[in-house]
């Protein structure tokens, strides 16, 4: 601004907790349009209370009851989406029957759920998904739960929109229209006969016979339930999809199309994916009789055949999650085990049969018959025979394999590699991929802190085992302020762009010993010279070793100064200006540790703390700080300046550098912001445009007191001017 202007799979269960996490805020004088736009800032109508805060912090208790590994230390890690995923770490800690984990966590107001990962002693890992829009968060052994944890399945079809026609009653559907989307809705009985188009399925349908030919595509939807006499998949483009956990074949089926199961699918008779057929499966499938893959087979769910199972000559198996089969298992081409697969009969690999084990993989079988090759990639897999093993002239033994055979290989006549060992001890842990398991994990605890190895993030180091971040592990926030406090500015908010991200380090008892920061300054868009720093909710005397930046005199909380003269950080350059070069970002590192610990608790959540800029200028100084709304200003911050021009300070009320409209003078999100180009430059606009108009739906997130677009700034279609943002 010139002078005039200014974020292997688990087990998991769903906690949802109703009430929502929003600071109290008066209600909006009027009611928020959330059609249109206002024409600038100073036409917004902010209630009254309103920070402009993009998130609020939860208080997160978790207990373990489980006596299984008496008072040993669990691990806890917080994530903001799913951890498979792109969900990034906020926090971590520990729990035990003695002692629960208890924190304060920052989370962004546009966050809905959370994902809390609880590691046992063995290594084992379960996951709780909870709501995010409570202000508290209680836990009790969480993750006890029957679902899967794995990658987000696609989004389930639904019956209110899309449909060029809706049935119910009895009645047969026969489609030869590509274009056209039959909805079945209700409680609904007949057949079905698809050549061309879709068929939903969203009610309660008995379907005799339903034939899919050429591009047919049959979606059976979450909540529905549906029992079939038959399916017959009969072109190699048809298509199959459930996500409904209540999908019965009281029949065999035997696809020659592609089949994808999210949900739950039992077939009563036998199955056969017939050649040129996928079959993907990532829920639960549920097989009455043998299975037998004569093409393309992908597991990241459970598969449960009750008769045997044939993986014939030109077929392929990827198994990333469980497979058990009650019967036995005949192997004629390659399978890839990258989890567990258990034959409770026998188990032949005939000539051209190939059992590829990867990192970890476990096979348990009563009888195995080896007549071509097993082989072990990656971390070291284990062969369980639980009877009888034969090793023909042609078979193999390869690679990274741990062989078990409860009383010894009884006979062979082929090869074992060097590389793979014959013991029992290998340990596997637990999961819902593995119900099994093998062998004892004794994981150490190197440091000796309590924290074993497997949960410690600083194994080597007792005085130092969790990370906490701000606002998480793989993201930055971003503070964005106007220079002209007292006064209003332009409302670019760009005269000092900075991006932070914090990391409070725990030990084992979840005490608070050290601090480290990032910051990185992206922008000094204003004319004014500005000085940077932090304030953190801690005495002054309590941080030592502090390093990449000077701690002030005279205050009684910490303030660290980055820095004194942002034009002087980025070389006298703006990165503002599309006219101008782009000059270099300034980057920090900050650190510093606490002379006594602090339980993390008390200390209170990891944020953003308080970020704030200074005019370093002539007849001004020090004193002329700008901070966030509804920070306080520190103990040399000019009390003089309070309620003079726009400032409307308000002690009493908690209100801080806002004016008497509730705007402030600085907005932080919790991810990287994208901001402004210097908008007063922009000559061929009437009207200067403000951050309103940069982001369309700041003003209506603001006027609703952050009720209405939580994540007014992300890139979202229609959210922002794309040309009004800085982009070199």
């Known amino acids: 601004m010139k002078t005039?202007?200014?974020?292997?799979?688990?087990?998991?269960?769903?906690?949802?907790?109703?009430?929502?996490?929003?600071?109290?805020?008066?209600?909006?004088?009027?009611?928020?349009?959330?059609?249109?736009?206002?024409?600038?800032?100073?036409?917004?109508?902010?209630?009254?209370?309103?920070?402009?805060?993009?998130?609020?912090?939860?208080?997160?208790?978790?207990?373990?009851?489980?006596?299984?590994?008496?008072?040993?230390?669990?691990?806890?890690?917080?994530?903001?989406?799913?951890?498979?995923?792109?969900?990034?770490?906020?926090?971590?800690?520990?729990?035990?029957?003695?002692?629960?984990?208890?924190?304060?966590?920052?989370?962004?107001?546009?966050?809905?759920?959370?994902?809390?990962?609880?590691?046992?002693?063995?290594?084992?890992?379960?996951?709780?998904?909870?709501?995010?829009?409570?202000?508290?968060?209680?836990?009790?052994?969480?993750?006890?739960?029957?679902?899967?944890?794995?990658?987000?399945?696609?989004?389930?079809p639904d019956c209110s929109i899309g449909c060029s026609s809706t049935l119910t009653g009895s009645q047969n559907i026969s489609l030869n229209n590509s274009s056209s989307v039959i909805c079945i809705t209700g409680t609904y009985s007949g057949g079905i006969d698809i050549n061309h188009g879709t068929v939903r399925i969203c009610g309660n349908a008995t379907i005799g016979n339903c034939n899919l030919n050429n591009d047919a595509?049959?979606?059976?939807?979450?909540?529905?339930?549906?029992?079939?006499?038959?399916?017959?998949?009969?072109?190699?483009?048809?298509?199959?999809?459930?996500?409904?956990?209540?999908?019965?074949?009281?029949?065999?089926?035997?696809?020659?199309?592609?089949?994808?199961?999210?949900?739950?699918?039992?077939?009563?008779?036998?199955?056969?994916?017939?050649?040129?057929?996928?079959?993907?499966?990532?829920?639960?499938?549920?097989?009455?009789?043998?299975?037998?893959?004569?093409?393309?087979?992908?597991?990241?769910?459970?598969?449960?055949?009750?008769?045997?199972?044939?993986?014939?000559?030109?077929?392929?198996?990827?198994?990333?999650?469980?497979?058990?089969?009650?019967?036995?298992?005949?192997?004629?081409?390659?399978?890839?085990?990258?989890?567990?697969?258990?034959?409770?009969?026998?188990?032949?690999?005939?000539?051209?049969?190939?059992?590829?084990?990867?990192?970890?993989?476990?096979?348990?079988?009563?009888?195995l018959t080896i007549n071509n090759i097993i082989n072990g990639t990656g971390a070291t897999s284990l062969v369980r025979v639980a009877n009888n093993t034969t090793i023909n002239s042609s078979g193999r033994v390869n690679g990274n394999i741990q062989y078990c055979d409860l009383n010894g290989i009884e006979t062979n006549f082929g090869t074992i590699s060097s590389s793979v060992t014959q013991a029992c001890s290998l340990y596997i842990p637990v999961t819902f991929c593995n119900t099994d398991g093998n062998g004892v994990l004794v994981i150490p605890d190197t440091d000796k802190d309590g924290a074993n190895d497997n949960i410690d993030q600083y194994p080597t180091d007792a005085t130092q085992a969790f990370n906490n971040f701000y606002p998480s592990e793989k993201s930055l926030a971003t503070a964005a302020y106007e220079d002209l406090w007292p006064s209003k500015g332009d409302y670019d908010m760009n005269d000092l762009v900075m991006d932070l991200r914090h990391n409070i380090i725990t030990n084992a008892k979840n005490e608070v010993v050290k601090f480290e920061g990032y910051y990185r300054l992206r922008a000094a868009g204003g004319a004014q010279k500005l000085g940077f720093n932090i304030k953190f909710p801690l005495q002054a005397s309590n941080a030592v070793k502090i390093s990449g930046a000077e701690a002030e005199s005279k205050q009684e909380m910490l303030v660290l100064q980055l820095f004194d003269d942002s034009k002087k950080e980025l070389n006298g350059g703006w990165n503002t200006v599309i006219a101008q070069a782009k000059v270099a970002y300034a980057e920090y590192n900050v650190?510093?540790?606490?002379?006594?610990?602090?339980?993390?608790?008390?200390?209170?959540?990891?944020?953003?703390?308080?970020?704030?800029?200074?005019?370093?200028?002539?007849?001004k100084g020090r004193g002329y700080e700008i901070h966030l709304p509804g920070k306080t200003p520190t103990d040399l911050a000019d009390a003089s300046l309070f309620t003079y021009a726009d400032d409307d300070y308000q002690s009493k009320e908690g209100k801080y550098y806002l004016t008497k409209g509730n705007l402030p003078w600085a907005i932080l999100t919790p991810e990287q912001y994208d901001y402004c180009v210097e908008l007063t430059m922009l000559q061929e606009e009437k009207v200067t445009p403000d951050i309103t108009q940069v982001y369309l739906h700041f003003a209506q997130w603001a006027s609703s007191g952050g009720t209405y677009y939580k994540d007014w700034y992300k890139n979202t279609s229609g959210y922002r001017t794309t040309k009004f943002i800085y982009n070199k």
């Open 4 to 156: 005039n202007f200014l974020i292997l799979l688990f087990v998991f269960s769903i906690f949802l907790i109703a009430c929502k996490k929003n600071t109290p805020v008066s209600a909006p004088v009027n009611k928020v349009n959330l059609d249109s736009n206002v024409s600038s800032i100073n036409a917004m109508i902010v209630p009254k209370g309103f920070n402009y805060k993009t998130a609020e912090s939860i208080a997160v208790n978790i207990a373990t009851t489980s006596t299984t590994y008496g008072n040993q230390m669990h691990g806890i890690k917080i994530f903001d989406g799913n951890p498979l995923s792109n969900g990034s770490l906020i926090a971590s800690g520990s729990c035990s029957l003695s002692k629960a984990y208890a924190a304060n966590i920052m989370v962004p107001t546009s966050v809905d759920q959370l994902y809390i990962v609880r590691t046992a002693p063995d290594n084992s890992s379960v996951t709780s998904i909870v709501s995010a829009l409570s202000p508290i968060i209680n836990l009790t052994d969480p993750g006890n739960g029957p679902v899967v944890l794995k990658k987000s399945a696609p989004a389930s």
């Open 591 to 619: 650190n510093f540790f606490f002379d006594k610990p602090v339980s993390y608790k008390e200390f209170g959540a990891v944020s953003e703390f308080d970020p704030f800029i200074w005019v370093n200028e002539k007849e």
């Open 217 to 367: 595509v049959l979606l059976i939807a979450t909540g529905a339930n549906v029992t079939f006499s038959g399916v017959n998949i009969n072109g190699g483009s048809a298509t199959f999809k459930n996500w409904s956990s209540n999908v019965t074949i009281n029949s065999g089926f035997s696809p020659g199309g592609v089949v994808f199961n999210y949900g739950t699918l039992a077939v009563t008779g036998e199955m056969n994916i017939n050649s040129a057929a996928t079959l993907t499966n990532e829920g639960n499938l549920t097989v009455g009789s043998n299975l037998n893959n004569n093409y393309n087979l992908i597991n990241n769910g459970s598969i449960t055949v009750s008769g045997s199972f044939n993986q014939n000559s030109s077929a392929t198996y990827t198994n990333n999650c469980r497979m058990v089969i009650n019967g036995s298992a005949s192997i004629n081409n390659a399978i890839t085990n990258n989890q567990f697969i258990k034959v409770v009969q026998n188990t032949t690999i005939n000539s051209s049969g190939i059992l590829t084990m990867v990192a970890g993989a476990m096979f348990k079988t009563n009888n």
